[in-house]
């Protein structure tokens, strides 16, 4: 059974810094795509970042670039997120993703195929 488990998240103030992991289980990850989205009640699933191949310097959405960084370990099979300089509009719900999802529709949430539970970033003003 494919698994994706959260972790890392809470509450930080404005400015601070919060380092979210995903560990997968299951199978093995090293050729999927690895992302992070987010989302805020009443509203849709944000990109966030992905990750194409642990080599790789990652893709970002346009309201994290610059602030965040997603890294992954294969031999882990985890993938991290890095977000510094936490903004109050950075407060939501960060999930998980992975799929074999093709490079130009990374940003795409029905092209992953497995998803964790979620972790709450709550950043105070």
């Known amino acids: 059974q494919v698994q994706l488990v959260e972790s890392g998240g809470g509450l930080v103030q404005a400015g601070g810094s919060l380092r979210l992991s995903c560990a997968a289980s299951?199978?093995?990850?090293?050729?999927?795509?690895m992302g992070w989205f987010r989302q805020v009640s009443g509203k849709e699933r944000e990109f966030v970042a992905a990750?194409?191949?642990?080599?790789?310097?990652?893709n970002y959405g346009d309201s994290v670039k610059g602030r965040f960084t997603i890294s992954r370990d294969n031999a882990k099979n985890t993938v991290y997120l890095q977000m510094n300089s936490l903004k109050p509009e950075d407060t939501a719900v960060y999930y998980c993703?992975?799929?074999?999802?093709?490079?130009?529709?990374?940003?795409?949430?029905?092209?992953?195929?497995?998803w964790g539970q979620g972790t709450q970033v709550t950043v105070s003003s």
């Open positions: 993703a992975a799929g074999p999802v093709i490079r130009g529709l990374v940003t795409t949430a029905r092209m992953y195929d497995y």
């Open positions: 299951g199978r093995t990850f090293s050729t999927y795509v």
């Open positions: 990750s194409i191949w642990s080599g790789g310097t990652g």
